[in-house]
């Protein structure tokens, strides 16, 4: 490991000292003052890290964003990572920890995974003054005669007893009983809010405006009704700085805000972002899931309003994953590589893919696979080595991602015009991303994007909540689905805070539930560290 204090990192990007907030030895915060400094820097190439569907166990995107950087700064690169905050609910059950893994992992891994510097716990506090707040004004009269609560809890582990829950019941003592429920910290909408801000005076009117009920007359009741916009600035003032920590080779990463991309909108912040496109000349940058969540998201939210371009995407598959995809035939699996690929391509972007090596893969398959993307799919393609090797087992990958960068403009397409209607935002994801025949629309759906339309507020990006595992709304779909389907749209939820509307689809869930074997269960306390968590 070539692990640095954090104050050197710092200072070797050019953050000055009284920009720079330790938290300890070797990690910081970075004062959002500094964006006034660096605003007119040449801003640096972004290269996007996206994947195929990807098994449960996840495909080592993370990782080899992480190796990639790595080897970008073995090879005297000036670069800079900006990942997403891990989320609690996943550290203690299926995936484990999200900072990577073996020799391509973030340090202080642990601190990172867990507790952090407390943006989690704040986003989660803030949550729940809202709740408490609107509890305690239908409590005290109900003035603003608020007749429906769009506003549930939050906690940043998943717990399926609390997605409905009856709260209010001790009528004794003044209680009113009614039904509530959680969500996972990382769907919040505060969480949305704190990802996509530019600027403080933006990050109040976000606030201010997010919608928590509507009253008897059909109309929104805001954050700013209930007066608690000074309230969640003063809880969430740190959490609006983003994170600096480092890879083990000592390469600099933004690590801010944990937005899934399954349920949320599924990209580290726009604000560590745009810092890190002035201090360096390559950002690399990862997004949720498969290129049909966490990229188009990336590209019709996050881009969209940041104006940033990409310069290159790499999509990582495996073995596994196209086994899992392929009925254990990963030729057959091959087809969703395929699909991926166009994907990228719908938003004029291009592609490289990595072949991310795991423990038993057999030379020859890896061979076949790479030999598939480069000769039939005419993209570039290279094996990654970094889990084992560190950045020097992603060397050969930087160099054909460099080469792709170096021979195409940065660009991005947008494939809806935000003036159009909700469904036909929806239907062109549908068919162009999804390959779906149709969208079908349940009646509270219906009900929902006409309402929104009857209030104006139809005007915004939208952001499909769709299971990770398929390219349709249902998870037990693998590859390519076959024949015409429709996609089916359950709710439609307004984010009005964040500035997106989130149709549901199929039986996506809010809040998460821990598998039968929760990661929990491997933790271990050895010579006074935990072990386990990644």
């Excluded at 696979?369 to 799919?377: H, N, V």
């Amino acid at each position: 490991m070539k692990i640095k204090k954090i104050t050197l990192i710092a200072r070797q990007l050019g953050i000055r000292k009284k920009e720079l907030i330790p938290y300890g030895d070797y990690m910081a915060k970075v004062d959002i003052s500094i964006l006034d400094r660096i605003k007119d820097k040449t801003s640096a190439h972004l290269i996007f890290v996206t994947s195929i569907n990807p098994t449960p166990r996840g495909e080592g995107k993370t990782t080899t964003a992480i190796g990639l950087t790595q080897a970008l700064g073995r090879m005297n690169r000036k670069v800079i990572l900006c990942l997403r905050q891990p989320s609690l609910g996943p550290v203690f059950g299926v995936k484990g920890g999200a900072t990577g893994g073996g020799k391509a992992s973030l340090y202080p891994s642990q601190d990172i995974n867990l507790h952090f510097t407390g943006d989690c716990h704040a986003i989660s506090t803030a949550h729940n003054l809202i709740s408490a707040a609107l509890a305690n004004h239908i409590y005290w009269g109900n003035e603003f005669k608020i007749k429906t609560l769009t506003w549930s809890r939050a906690i940043d582990i998943s717990d399926r007893a609390l997605r409905k829950i009856q709260v209010g019941l001790n009528i004794k003592r003044g209680g009113f009983p009614y039904q509530d429920s959680f969500i996972i910290t990382s769907a919040s909408e505060l969480m949305a809010v704190i990802a996509l801000y530019r600027n403080l005076p933006e990050f109040k009117k976000m606030i201010s405006r997010i919608i928590v009920g509507w009253n008897k007359e059909g109309n929104p009741v805001f954050v700013r009704d209930l007066k608690l916009t000074p309230a969640l600035l003063y809880v969430l003032k740190s959490a609006l700085n983003p994170n600096l920590v480092q890879t083990i080779e000592g390469n600099p990463v933004f690590v801010h805000t944990g937005p899934f991309a399954n349920i949320a909108h599924g990209n580290s912040s726009l604000i560590a972002t745009e810092i890190a496109l002035r201090l360096c000349d390559f950002v690399i940058t990862e997004g949720g899931f498969g290129s049909e969540l966490g990229l188009e998201k990336f590209i019709h939210i996050t881009a969209r309003k940041a104006g940033f371009k990409i310069s290159a995407v790499v999509i990582v598959i495996s073995l596994r994953a196209l086994k899992y995809h392929g009925n254990s035939d990963f030729r057959k699996g091959l087809h969703l590589v395929k699909k991926h690929v166009e994907i990228v391509r719908k938003f004029s972007l291009s592609p490289v893919i990595c072949v991310n090596r795991l423990p038993g893969d057999k030379d020859k398959d890896l061979k076949y696979i790479k030999e598939y993307c480069e000769q039939e799919l005419k993209v570039p393609a290279e094996l990654s080595e970094v889990y084992i090797k560190g950045g020097k087992g992603g060397v050969k990958l930087a160099e054909k991602v460099l080469k792709v960068v170096a021979d195409n403009k940065p660009a991005i397409k947008f494939l809806y015009r935000l003036n159009e209607d909700v469904k036909g935002k929806i239907e062109k994801i549908a068919r162009i991303v999804y390959s779906a025949s149709g969208v079908e629309y349940t009646p509270l759906a219906e009900e929902k994007i006409a309402y929104l339309k009857s209030r104006g507020l139809d005007k915004l990006p939208v952001n499909m909540a769709k299971t990770q595992f398929s390219l349709t709304h249902n998870p037990e779909i693998k590859g390519v689905p076959q024949g015409e389907w429709r996609l089916r749209v359950r709710d439609v939820l307004i984010y009005n805070g964040a500035g997106f509307i989130t149709p549901v689809t199929g039986k996506i869930l809010l809040l998460p539930g821990l598998p039968r074997k929760p990661n929990y269960e491997k933790f271990k306390l050895k010579d006074g560290e935990i072990k386990g968590v990644i």
